[in-house]
T-cell receptor
């Protein structure tokens, strides 16, 4: 079955810095890749997604890049703020499936 | 507007007891409801997806047994039993508008601690 690997497991940066979170997946049948953010004690919050027929998607300070050939995604967050501190999860799902396969998460800490 | 509510939000579970969790959907336009579990290391794992009232599924995983029931169009339940002593588990439900590639929204979760 699908496996999703996410790196790094943690990041600590100063406010204003940019960060990059990487994910790779194994199943070429995966076609949809949503990302979520989880703050301590709070629900998973959808932040951005991309489909396999796209290469790039941007939402304000978030840019998501997708490489179908290498089965790799990367989330770029610019101008980080302390409020961005959270665990970020990438996930993958195949066509017609409702099951999300999650990466192991990246704990981002933005220091003021 | 919150799409999903869960109760209880947390529970101390005496060893050997089962616990029943509820997930309430506030918008019936998201009929595909699922349960996920998250361990202390924050790893998320899909458990079940149930679409129609009356649907039921069971699953046994290391550390707990699960029974999911779609009670109504707006209520999903999860019974968690035989949890390992000392275990902490976080169960969250989700809702999806279609059966395929679309944004899946999550509930606030229930935290379980086995005594």
């Amino acid at each position: 079955g699908e496996q999703v690997e996410q790196l790094p497991s943690s990041l600590i940066v100063q406010e204003g810095a940019s960060v990059l979170i990487n994910c790779s997946y194994t199943d070429s049948a995966s076609v949809y890749f949503p990302w979520y953010k989880q703050e301590p004690g709070k629900r998973l919050q959808f932040i951005i997604d991309i489909r396999s027929n796209m290469e790039r998607k941007q939402n304000q300070r978030l840019t998501l890049l997708f490489d179908k050939k290498t089965k790799h995604l990367s989330l770029h967050i610019t101008a980080t703020q302390p409020g961005d501190s959270a665990i970020y999860f990438c996930s993958a799902t195949s066509s017609g499936s409702w099951q999300l396969i999650f990466g192991s998460g990246t704990q981002l800490t933005v220091m003021p | 507007v919150t799409l999903l509510e869960q109760n209880p939000r947390w529970r101390l579970v005496p060893r050997g007891q089962a616990v029943n969790l509820r997930c309430i959907l506030k918008n019936s336009q998201y009929p595909w409801m699922s349960w996920y579990q998250q361990d202390l290391q924050k790893q998320l794992q899909w458990l079940f997806t149930l679409r129609s009232p009356g649907d039921k599924e069971v699953k046994s995983l290391p550390g707990a047994d699960y029974l999911a029931t779609r009670v109504t169009d707006t209520e999903l339940r999860l019974q968690v039993a035989n949890m390992s002593q000392g275990r902490t588990l976080y169960c969250t439900c989700s809702a999806l508008a279609t059966g395929g590639q679309d944004t899946q929204y999550f509930g606030p979760g229930t935290r379980l601690l086995v005594l």
